[in-house]
């Protein structure tokens, strides 16, 4: 083992045994949902640079769930390891690269008492590696090794200064992606080499002042605001939208601003379920042009109908709300070149 501190990115909180998305100066100021997601450390990485041919993580979680509806064991509760970019956990990818997952206890999932051991093969020199910590269980200890008198170093910085930050339902949290590296979100920031804060949060992301005032604060490089999911009618969304809009723009005038509306559009087609995603999707329209209209260049909107495409749009969701792992897949490919276009464009 190594003494050698590792980078802990995208939590507010990180301490031992205590990894959590928000302050605790906020954290039982929000919603009883937002309150209890926001100590699951989805978005959570641990960074290091090594030559080191073999990676150990030892972890376990503090929740005795095995899954959680449509979302799996390894999806609630597994980590994921890239290696320069590239997944090496969980799977054989060739005798070059070969995850050995062990279990140690109960085969229930998540007792605290339970230790969980994650074995990594890599190439025998200095590569970046990336932990994705779980998506919708808490943790309780974790540990990295690395071989006997291997180098262990600073990880390659990111391409961006300062984090993405997205606010969102649990769409936005990776509901219901195999593992925690394949949400839209972990998609987009790796693609893009940002650094990144994944603020999603299970039936809790309601666009709240508290919420709003504690994302203005952030240093960010983006913003991507994507309620729509969780806003309980098109109304709350109106009274809540361009507030929360407003309170970032305040703060941080260059900021740039990505809009989104619910992906799960098309829904189950039962009561009045287009018009009604119809009617949030233009009060967020409505921020964005108010927004161009006082003059800000510096926001962005995609339509969330758009998300799925075309060509079996059935096929993208486990339960015609949440994205499955090729919803997500395209919801990236969508918001990719858009993000590019920002970025090319300051």
């Not at 999911?229 to 098109?234: L, T, V």
């Not at 509306?261 to 233009?282: M, Q, V, W, Y």
Request: hydrophobic residues 35%; charged residues 25%.
């Amino acid at each position: 083992m190594h003494d050698t501190p590792l980078q802990i990115c995208g939590l507010a909180v990180k301490e031992k045994g205590k990894y959590h998305r928000l302050p605790d100066s906020i954290i039982d100021k929000v919603n009883a949902n937002v309150t209890v997601m926001a100590t699951y450390p989805v978005g959570g990485r641990v960074r290091f640079r090594t030559n080191s041919p073999c990676i150990l993580i030892r972890y376990s979680v503090g929740n005795a769930k095995y899954g959680h509806d449509g979302f799996g064991y390894i999806g609630t509760s597994g980590v994921d390891c890239y290696v320069d970019g590239t997944f090496r956990g969980g799977r054989s990818w060739g005798a070059d690269c070969y995850a050995d997952v062990s279990f140690k206890g109960d085969r229930a999932w998540g007792y605290a008492s339970q230790t969980v051991e994650v074995r990594i093969q890599k190439q025998k020199c200095m590569q970046d590696v990336e932990i994705y910590l779980p998506a919708l269980n808490t943790l309780v200890y974790l540990e990295v090794g690395v071989e006997e008198g291997a180098d262990v170093t600073d990880p390659s910085p990111f391409a961006f200064e300062h984090p993405f930050v997205y606010y969102g339902s649990s769409i936005t949290q990776g509901a219901f992606a195999t593992r925690p590296g394949l949400s839209y979100v972990a998609l987009t920031a790796r693609k893009m080499g940002a650094d990144f804060y994944n603020l999603g949060f299970a039936n809790g992301a309601r666009g709240e002042p508290i919420m709003a005032e504690y994302i203005a604060s952030l240093p960010m490089s983006l913003f991507v605001m994507d309620y729509d999911h969780n806003a309980p009618s098109a109304e709350h969304l109106k009274k809540t939208h361009f507030c929360f809009y407003q309170t970032v723009r305040e703060k941080q005038p260059a900021l740039p601003i990505l809009m989104l509306s619910k992906p799960d559009f098309d829904g189950n087609l039962i009561d009045d379920c287009h018009e009604k995603n119809a009617a949030r999707r233009t009060v967020i329209l409505e921020t964005y042009r108010r927004a161009k209209e006082y003059g800000d260049t510096k926001v962005w909107f995609i339509d969330g109908q758009t998300f799925y495409g075309d060509c079996d749009r059935d096929d993208c969701t486990t339960d015609n709300i949440h994205p499955n792992d090729l919803g997500f897949y395209r919801m990236a490919e969508k918001m990719l070149p858009v993000m590019q276009e920002i970025f090319s464009s300051m």
